[in-house]
């Protein structure tokens, strides 16, 4: 295996984004189609109207916290890439904390930086950033809130975790996972927890068994209203609701609908990635329910219980499979949704037995042929003005099935290794794991 050095790699990944970045304004300018994301448009837009005093909100289709405006604000007196930029060097970021995360569980130094090169040199996700997407911002969050965690640093962990789900309101399903994984694994507060470090390496067999399970879900439930659960709980909330209250105070109703409210009940007739699209597209004209608006949540639902009851003590790889599982029955599904889980993907690499010249290969050319088949379809249908919408519906139900066949293969092959180390158990836990 060849050596390769973070460093070297951090730097070769900086240029490269800023490559892309300059090459971007030039395509931009002398060329038809653009390579700067449309929403990065919309960010500057709402950007703009900040500056001038205005809300943000005014720019349609801008659904997101004032934050992403305030964040962007040099675009107006600065530069217009600076959001570029910003975007990029969070991206990088991410980078560095996966490194980090690896590193503390005692992964060997060569493997960590291959698991790094697996996000940082990944074409789709250079590419977001540089486009002027905002999603590494979330990522590199996301990954510094495991960091806290790890570090024992529960305070800074649920602030971070109450401004992310105000910043982007879909971390919100991670709140089970975080609170269930704060049993009696993680020590009290002030102090730092025992990890469970990287030891036997991806040639383990996957440790599964009914007692295993029944056990991983005894512990994570024991004390339910433990202290570092409640403190999690309450500083996380009084986050969030502090934000919310100070955007609702400057914004009032249209920013609570367009930031929030709007990603709850959202019906969007553009063909996408989701399986739902056709009907709502069939049936846009009429006004949906909020029941019927609600009730496509509950294939969400049933799976991410199922995933957290029973891999929450494994907090990496928990929160990957909850994120590919939303992901894929979500509603509304666009290309930008798969960065939420492809920062995650390094994180679980170590721990996996897939065997990439083979079974790895084959899910990653499952999942983008999956993907290219859609884009074609999608491609008739936006540029030709072919009538392709059930071919189009019929390739989002491949894809669909491609994401949860990827799922279970990476589900059946990963070690489970929760993420702090048992400090204790009781006769009655210790019975258990006898049986």
């Not at 934050?67 to 975007?87: D, E, Q, V, Y």
């Not at 969400?300 to 929450?312: E, G, I, N, P």
């Not at 894929?328 to 897939?354: G, M």
Request: net charge positive; proline share 4%.
């Amino acid at each position: 295996m060849v050596t390769v050095d973070m460093r070297p790699l951090l730097l070769f990944s900086a240029f490269l984004r800023v490559f892309l970045i300059v090459y971007g304004e030039w395509q931009d300018k002398h060329m038809e189609v653009r390579y700067t994301d449309v929403d990065y448009f919309v960010f500057s837009d709402a950007a703009d109207l900040m500056a001038s005093g205005k809300s943000p909100y005014e720019r349609t289709t801008y659904r997101y916290s004032p934050l992403l405006a305030l964040l962007l604000l040099p675009n107006t007196f600065l530069h217009r890439s600076w959001g570029k930029f910003l975007f990029s060097a969070s991206d990088l970021l991410v980078g560095v904390f996966i490194y980090t995360i690896l590193k503390k569980c005692s992964v060997p130094k060569n493997i960590c930086t291959y698991c790094v090169m697996a996000w940082l040199l990944n074409p789709f996700t250079f590419t977001i950033g540089t486009r002027g997407n905002c999603e590494p911002v979330v990522c590199a969050i996301i990954l510094w809130i495991i960091i806290c965690l790890m570090n024992g640093n529960l305070l800074q962990a649920a602030v971070w975790y109450g401004l992310v789900v105000h910043f982007r309101i879909y971390p919100i399903i991670y709140a089970p996972t975080l609170v269930l994984v704060l049993n009696h694994h993680f020590l009290r507060l002030g102090q730092k927890p025992v990890l469970r470090i990287w030891s036997s390496g991806p040639s383990k067999k996957p440790e599964y068994s009914t007692a295993a399970t029944k056990l991983n879900v005894l512990v994570a439930i024991k004390c339910i209203f433990s202290a570092e659960r409640i403190v999690f709980g309450v500083i996380s909330a009084a986050v969030f609701f502090f934000c919310t209250g100070i955007s609702f105070y400057l914004y009032k109703w249209e920013f609570l609908h367009e930031a929030l409210l709007y990603h709850l009940t959202r019906t969007d007739p553009r063909h996408n990635f989701s399986i739902y699209f056709y009907h709502i597209y069939l049936h846009y004209e009429r006004e949906f329910s909020v029941v019927e608006k609600l009730i496509s949540f509950l294939p969400q639902f049933m799976v991410q219980l199922v995933l957290v009851l029973r891999f929450a003590p494994d907090l990496p790889f928990c929160l990957f499979v909850q994120t590919v599982a939303f992901v894929a029955f979500n509603k509304v599904i666009t290309a930008q949704y798969f960065v939420w889980f492809f920062c995650l993907l390094p994180l679980i690499l170590p721990w996996s037995n897939i065997n990439f010249k083979w079974k790895g290969l084959c899910c990653i050319f499952l999942w983008m042929g999956a993907q290219t088949h859609w884009l074609m379809w999608g491609y008739l249908l936006e540029f030709k003005g072919k009538n392709v919408f059930v071919e189009l519906w019929m390739a989002s139900l491949v894809f669909l099935a491609a994401n949860t066949c990827v799922l279970v293969v990476m589900i059946s092959n990963h070690t489970y290794s929760p993420l702090f180390q048992l400090l204790k158990q009781n006769s009655s836990e210790q019975g258990l794991k006898q049986e």
